[in-house]
């Protein structure tokens, strides 16, 4: 791995996620299990094309299962999970019915989803989809694509995934609010944990704004994050050479392509970042600032929801569980009005009444959800 990266000057030592400890012990375990010999380190690929070499801890290996663990690294970007150590036990299982070759769940310290909205179903376990593809990724290179060579047909390898210190690493976590009971979640989306702090994050955003304003452009896209980007390119179909993260600092990034001289800003987010910005906040990290529920609520009053649809809305611990219950009533038009509100609180932020703003919201699978009044008209010009 290229242990650091530098931002403003300053050294930073890159870390690596519970997702890629827990995908780390599985491989570990199931080549133990299935040699019944101990591993001094494992390597795994990452979704960032980073190569991770780490090593095995607490192993205990017999003829039924096989247990190591490998201990949460957070690199300068220390978190509430740094230093933990993340369990995986191997062990051959019947089969459950139509059951898979590879079934992972959750043990002692990993969460239960309870509430809907999440990525992950409820009553499963808190381990998410990029995580839980790295797992099996990693367990198939030991074991190739067809396991029934190493497994009799009639059984399935079972991965459990525990962290014995998670229960009380979790109560200082979102994890409660969220509705994941009993444990922390098996996160990360690159495998790779970036340490920036907030200051040398900021810098390092703006320095892309600022390069590519020096390429002669005068129009930007502003995302969130990976999600943002997939959603201008797959359902927009636009060239992400225009495409700039902002992270949660959306005053901020708004503020600087406007001292850069941008002159048409499109903005494309998931509505749980945006539904902030259309009530003037402008950095949306949950930390900060989450009123997610309360301006949801009060713009489907102002619509004329009844109080026991509101109520329903209230008991949503993300937007997304919010979105869930709205598709299926007659107020998706909240939508639109959250849009133009956002464009609305966007411009008024710039104070520049000759840059053009349009806004796009997407649900949590990146597909269309809504976009301000001028949406479209702004998007030509990124053909």
Not at 263 to 275: N, R
């Given at each position: 791995?290229?242990?650091y990266?530098?931002i403003?000057?300053?050294?930073?030592?890159?870390g690596y996620?519970t997702?890629s400890?827990?995908?780390a012990?599985?491989k570990?375990?199931?080549y133990?299990?299935f040699?019944?010999k101990?591993l001094?380190?494992?390597?795994?690929?990452?979704?960032?094309?980073?190569y991770?070499?780490?090593?095995?801890?607490n192993i205990?290996?017999?003829?039924?299962y096989?247990i190591?663990?490998?201990q949460k690294?957070?690199g300068?970007d220390?978190?509430?999970?740094?230093?933990?150590d993340?369990f995986?036990?191997?062990e051959?299982?019947d089969?459950q019915?139509?059951g898979?070759?590879?079934?992972?769940?959750?043990g002692?310290g990993?969460g239960?989803?309870?509430?809907?909205g999440l990525?992950?179903e409820?009553?499963?376990?808190?381990i998410?989809?990029v995580?839980m593809?790295?797992i099996?990724?990693?367990?198939?290179?030991?074991?190739?694509?067809?396991?029934?060579t190493y497994?009799?047909?009639?059984?399935?390898l079972?991965?459990?995934?525990?962290a014995?210190?998670?229960v009380?690493i979790?109560?200082k976590?979102?994890n409660?609010?969220?509705?994941?009971?009993g444990?922390?979640s098996?996160l990360?989306?690159?495998?790779i944990?970036e340490?920036?702090?907030?200051?040398?994050?900021?810098?390092?955003?703006?320095?892309e704004?600022?390069?590519?304003r020096?390429q002669?452009?005068d129009?930007i896209?502003?995302?969130?994050?990976?999600h943002?980007?997939e959603f201008i390119?797959n359902e927009?179909?636009?060239d992400?050479?225009?495409?700039?993260?902002m992270?949660?600092?959306?005053g901020?990034?708004l503020?600087?392509?406007?001292?850069?001289g941008?002159?048409?800003?499109l903005?494309a987010?998931?509505?749980?970042k945006?539904?902030k910005v259309?009530?003037?906040?402008f950095?949306?990290h949950s930390?900060?600032?989450?009123?997610r529920?309360?301006i949801?609520i009060?713009?489907?009053?102002?619509?004329?929801?009844p109080?026991?649809?509101l109520?329903?809305?209230?008991?949503?611990?993300?937007?997304e569980?919010?979105?869930?219950i709205?598709?299926?009533?007659?107020?998706?038009?909240v939508?639109?009005?959250?849009?133009?509100?956002?464009?609305?609180?966007?411009?008024?932020?710039?104070?520049?009444?000759?840059?053009e703003?349009?806004v796009?919201m997407f649900?949590?699978d990146?597909?269309?959800l809504?976009?301000?009044?001028?949406?479209?008209s702004?998007?030509?010009?990124?053909r």
């Amino acid at each position: 791995m290229e242990e650091y990266v530098y931002i403003d000057g300053k050294k930073y030592r890159r870390g690596y996620t519970t997702g890629s400890c827990a995908a780390a012990a599985s491989k570990a375990a199931t080549y133990m299990l299935f040699t019944q010999k101990k591993l001094k380190e494992v390597n795994i690929d990452t979704p960032k094309g980073i190569y991770l070499t780490l090593k095995p801890e607490n192993i205990e290996i017999n003829k039924e299962y096989a247990i190591c663990s490998i201990q949460k690294d957070g690199g300068d970007d220390i978190d509430a999970t740094h230093t933990m150590d993340i369990f995986a036990k191997a062990e051959i299982i019947d089969r459950q019915n139509e059951g898979e070759d590879i079934y992972v769940t959750g043990g002692i310290g990993v969460g239960t989803v309870t509430k809907k909205g999440l990525k992950v179903e409820v009553g499963k376990s808190a381990i998410n989809p990029v995580p839980m593809n790295m797992i099996k990724t990693e367990i198939h290179k030991v074991l190739g694509t067809d396991l029934n060579t190493y497994i009799d047909k009639t059984k399935t390898l079972k991965i459990t995934i525990y962290a014995p210190q998670g229960v009380e690493i979790a109560k200082k976590t979102f994890n409660p609010r969220l509705g994941i009971v009993g444990g922390i979640s098996i996160l990360g989306t690159s495998g790779i944990v970036e340490p920036m702090s907030d200051e040398g994050w900021k810098k390092s955003l703006s320095i892309e704004l600022e390069m590519k304003r020096a390429q002669g452009l005068d129009k930007i896209i502003l995302v969130p994050g990976n999600h943002g980007e997939e959603f201008i390119q797959n359902e927009l179909g636009l060239d992400i050479k225009y495409v700039v993260r902002m992270s949660n600092f959306v005053g901020y990034m708004l503020m600087e392509a406007k001292r850069m001289g941008y002159k048409k800003i499109l903005l494309a987010g998931h509505i749980g970042k945006f539904i902030k910005v259309s009530a003037g906040i402008f950095h949306t990290h949950s930390k900060v600032a989450d009123a997610r529920n309360e301006i949801m609520i009060s713009n489907l009053a102002l619509m004329g929801a009844p109080l026991e649809f509101l109520q329903e809305i209230d008991k949503c611990v993300t937007a997304e569980g919010a979105v869930e219950i709205i598709d299926q009533s007659e107020y998706t038009g909240v939508y639109e009005i959250l849009c133009n509100k956002c464009r609305d609180r966007v411009k008024q932020h710039l104070g520049d009444e000759n840059i053009e703003v349009g806004v796009y919201m997407f649900r949590m699978d990146k597909s269309y959800l809504a976009k301000s009044d001028n949406a479209d008209s702004i998007v030509e010009v990124f053909r």
